[in-house]
């Protein structure tokens, strides 16, 4: 099994920063693919920006140019570093892993508990 642990949440003014951290631990062979989804009230869950094993990246429209993804992979950690934050921000972050087992097991997903990003003033 793999857990995620994720921080760095917290309460920001409109147009600070924060930065998620969130690691990986347990059984842990081989990391593929990471991500950071969030879910603010009555909405549903949305990706926020993913980053492949080769660190290739993407984000969402509505965070590109304010926030990056970034990962270690020796410590088996990937980070998201948000500037220019706005209220609309406000959700719960969570941290997403793609794991295998073995080379030949299949890919499984594994969540973070997540953290709370107020942004507001």
């Known amino acids: 099994q793999v857990q995620l642990v994720e921080s760095g949440g917290g309460l920001v003014q409109p147009g600070g920063s924060l930065r998620l951290s969130c690691t990986a631990s347990?059984?842990?062979?081989?990391?593929?693919?990471m991500a950071w989804y969030r879910q603010a009230p009555g909405k549903q869950r949305e990706l926020v920006a993913g980053?492949?094993?080769?660190?290739?990246?993407n984000y969402a429209d509505s965070v590109k140019g304010r926030f990056t993804i970034s990962r270690d992979n020796a410590k088996n950690s990937v980070y998201l570093q948000m500037n220019s934050l706005k209220p609309e921000d406000t959700a719960v972050y969570y941290c997403?892993?793609?794991?295998?087992?073995?080379?030949?097991?299949?890919?499984?997903?594994?969540w973070g508990q997540g953290t709370q990003v107020t942004v507001s003033s």
């Open positions: 997403y892993a793609q794991h295998k087992m073995s080379t030949m097991a299949p890919l499984n997903d594994y």
């Open positions: 347990g059984s842990i062979f081989r990391l593929y693919a």
């Open positions: 980053i492949s094993s080769s660190r290739n990246t």
